[in-house]
């Protein structure tokens, strides 16, 4: 599926066409409905491994501090002559 993933935003085959004017001429315009399906081909892909193979393919969160280090948490705690409860 990621090897289609490529192919499909790679080609650029139909995503112009000709069309033949009222006086004769023809002019050539972006076919936009091949680009829509070639964008819901290439999202339904990319949805289908991310569920398939979410470690590689899948959203990454990174829960860590600066550096790669664990997240530093401070606990702020206030006393009743602070004005805290």
Known sequence: MADEIIDISDDG???WIERR???GSTETVVNHEHISRSKLRF???RWLLSKCLPKIYGDRLEHTGPDG???QVTVARFTETEGGT
């Open 43 to 45: 999202d339904a892909r």
């Open 69 to 71: 280090g664990p997240i």
């Open 13 to 15: 085959l139909n995503d």
């Open 21 to 23: 004017r009222a006086d």
